[in-house]
């Protein structure tokens, strides 16, 4: 079975807050030397310095393929092989599908859906040649669970779930595993990255409730952590999120929709 318990070199995207922070300071407390990528440099660095040790911070826009080869090829020279790659980076997007343009689409996925792909194809190519690593993408509860007003999301969400069990299924033939992550309601920043069109005042003020009396962020880097170490596949996180797995699975089709509508 794949999986690495303790890692020397762990790249987590989206590290400059949230998930993406508790993740990097995780690993660092079990020795390993963190590389704290996000977009916001100075919030990069931040948890780099945060983590300790060896740790570093780089700043990427991880919806660029040729950034994210170029961050590949920096750190594999610079600080050794990575054995862990935490594709954590993500944005929002709320209110009505019809709402929202083309462009809104396309900036969601680039980073939510093609991040994944990209550190992927970049990070995994290398550990497949080594027949050694480990892939923990981040998706969400939201990736079963339909929900009228996050169609986008949903979207993204789903796509790295279905990615993630591909790959897992393919690179276990080389020694990588793949994991996913499927967080619940989470106090996160995300509402700061969201775009959310055609949603009144009080729907906002409900969406910060919800997330500022969401889970910890340590929660789900703890799950992190242990995917990493045992390989695991799919891993909610969060009741929430464990309810609505297998929910889905048992209702329905008539009440999945109202699940959605709700």
């Not at 596949?233 to 109202?258: D, F």
Request: proline share 3%.
């Amino acid at each position: 079975m794949s999986g690495i318990a303790a890692p020397a070199l762990v790249v987590v995207t989206g590290a400059g807050s949230g998930i993406g922070r508790a993740t990097a300071l995780a690993f660092a407390q079990r020795g390993a030397t963190a590389v704290c990528v996000d977009i916001n440099e100075a919030a990069a660095k931040e948890t780099a310095t945060m983590c300790g040790g060896e740790s570093t911070g780089r700043v990427c826009d991880v919806g660029d393929a040729a950034a994210v080869r170029d961050l590949t090829a920096d750190v594999e020279s610079q600080l050794g092989p990575v054995e862990v790659l935490v594709n954590n980076a993500g944005v929002g997007l709320g209110g009505d599908f019809l709402d929202h343009s083309p462009e809104d689409w396309a900036w969601i996925r680039s980073v939510n859906l093609d991040g994944v792909v990209n550190g992927c194809h970049a990070f995994g190519r290398a550990m497949m040649e080594r027949r050694r690593g480990q892939v923990v993408n981040i998706a969400s509860g939201l990736g079963y669970v339909p929900s009228r007003r996050t169609a986008e999301y949903c979207a993204t969400k789903a796509a790295v779930m279905m990615l993630t069990e591909c790959l897992r299924s393919d690179w276990a033939r080389h020694g990588v595993g793949v994991s996913v992550i499927c967080p619940g309601v989470i106090n996160t920043p995300l509402l700061e990255a969201s775009r959310l069109g055609g949603v009144s005042a009080r729907e906002h003020d409900r969406f910060l409730w919800l997330f500022e009396h969401g889970h910890s962020p340590q929660i789900v880097a703890g799950a992190i952590v242990r995917a990493a170490a045992n390989n695991h596949g799919v891993v909610p996180v969060g009741l929430e999120s464990h309810l609505g797995y297998y929910a889905m699975k048992l209702l329905p089709e008539r009440l999945r929709g109202l699940v959605a509508r709700l």
